[in-house]
T-cell receptor
Framework: GAVVSQHPSWVICKSGTSVKIECRSLDFQATTMFWYRQFPKQSLMLMATSNEGSKATYEQGVEKDKFLINHASLTLSTLTVTSAHPEDSSFYIC???????????FGQGTRLTVV | AQSVTQLGSHVSVSEGALVLLRCNYSSSVPPYLFWYVQYPNQGLQLLLKYTTGATLVKGINGFEAEFKKSETSFHLTKPSAHMSDAAEYFCAVRPSGGSNYKLTFGKGTLLTVNP
């Protein structure tokens, strides 16, 4: 199957700083990428959907100014958590799909801890 | 609108025993259904999916699931549990038509396998 790589796998940052998480499709061109957040022992919550070259569509309740998403190329999307606070600590997962009716593949996730 | 209910947040079985993880869905249009597995601090791996055709679908690692429209169910089974099956399992649904690829996940079921 297709491979989606996230980097870093884990990151610890100080409160008030910004953190960037990368999501790359390694062997296919991803027209759409999705960013999820997962709280401990809970399900995945879709944060936003991004199509290459256009602005991301955020789900209701997700602060777009806090969670900046960029999908500048067909193989890379980034999520930047700006001015991070301890409540932003979570597991962030991206997924990517090639076409509108194809399967999406998931990255391995990024554990963010804000101290 | 769509939703997924996974009955039982935690299922415990003995090694070699039958695994049954329950999933019921609600969808206003014909659904595509998925089962994913997540190991600790990792992303999601697709186990199997139902789109069209045969209602009994076979996936990786010996898992299978049956789509029962009349019962709006998509339960996951495996005849004989292995220690390596211990993980979190998520059922997900999305609309079958159009370009809406938004996956809706259940809350997950933690499977533990006892020796």
């Amino acid at each position: 199957g297709a491979v989606v790589s996230q980097h870093p796998s884990w990151v610890i940052c100080k409160s008030g700083t910004s953190v960037k998480i990368e999501c790359r499709s390694l062997d296919f061109q991803a027209t759409t990428m999705f960013w999820y957040r997962q709280f401990p022992k809970q399900s995945l919550m879709l944060m936003a959907t991004s199509n290459e070259g256009s602005k991301a569509t955020y789900e209701q309740g997700v602060e777009k100014d806090k969670f900046l998403i960029n999908h500048a190329s067909l193989t890379l999307s980034t999520l930047t958590v700006t001015s991070a606070h301890p409540e932003d600590s979570s597991f962030y997962i991206c997924s990517a799909r090639q076409g509108w009716n194809t399967e999406a593949f998931f990255g391995q996730g990024t554990r963010l801890t804000v101290v | 609108a769509q939703s997924v209910t996974q009955l039982g947040s935690h299922v415990s079985v003995s090694e070699g025993a039958l695994v049954l993880l329950r999933c019921n869905y609600s969808s206003s249009v014909p659904p595509y259904l998925f089962w994913y597995v997540q190991y600790p601090n990792q992303g999601l791996q697709l186990l199997l999916k139902y789109t069209t055709g045969a209602t009994l679908v076979k996936g990786i690692n010996g898992f299978e699931a049956e789509f029962k429209k009349s019962e709006t169910s998509f339960h996951l089974t495996k005849p004989s549990a292995h220690m390596s099956d211990a993980a979190e399992y998520f059922c997900a649904v999305r609309p079958s038509g159009g370009s809406n690829y938004k996956l809706t996940f259940g809350k997950g079921t933690l499977l533990t396998v006892n020796p």
